[in-house]
């Protein structure tokens, strides 16, 4: 092998090897900035709910909204969410954390406000159900 034969070789190389090191970092970069976006759902809080309240609102998860999406109540009023959706599994998650239903496709969550405010909440698998509950 003649030295520019030689040299050529080794600047291939070197050049394969940064190509293949910048490759790594940033694929590395970017399953981090996505990883990053994706929030783990936060434990389950059961039906805070005594047996035999009346919900004062129910709201309907079917066919990936809630209907309705956005409701006021009084403090100490409970809200039902009532599974309908056979095809998807859903579930009522609040951003605070205060709220946080199983996923399921059939069956009903039962939430009782006890606090002033407004309450964002979505389903954990699908972000764009997004509703919220004002309690004045």
């Given at each position: 092998m003649s030295i520019d034969q030689a040299r050529i070789t080794?600047?291939?190389s070197r050049r394969?090897?940064?190509t293949g090191v910048l490759g790594v970092a940033a694929a590395t970069?970017?399953?981090?900035?996505?990883?990053?976006?994706?929030?783990?759902?936060?434990?389950?809080?059961?039906?805070?709910?005594?047996?035999?309240?009346?919900?004062?609102v129910q709201i309907s998860v079917i066919d990936n909204e809630y209907s309705p999406a956005e409701v006021t109540v009084r403090p100490g009023d409970a809200v039902e969410w009532i599974f309908e959706g056979h095809s998807a599994d859903h579930?009522?998650?609040?951003?605070?954390g205060s709220f946080v239903s199983e996923l399921m496709r059939e069956g009903s969550y039962v939430f009782v406000?006890?606090?002033a405010g407004t309450f964002g909440y979505d389903c954990s698998i699908h972000p764009e159900m997004r509703g919220t509950v004002t309690v004045a």
């Open positions: 080794a600047g291939l394969n090897f940064v970069a970017g399953t981090l900035a996505l990883s990053g976006c994706v929030q783990p759902k936060p434990p389950v809080v059961p039906s805070n709910a005594p047996s035999g309240v009346k919900p004062v579930d009522v998650v609040a951003d605070d406000f006890e606090k």
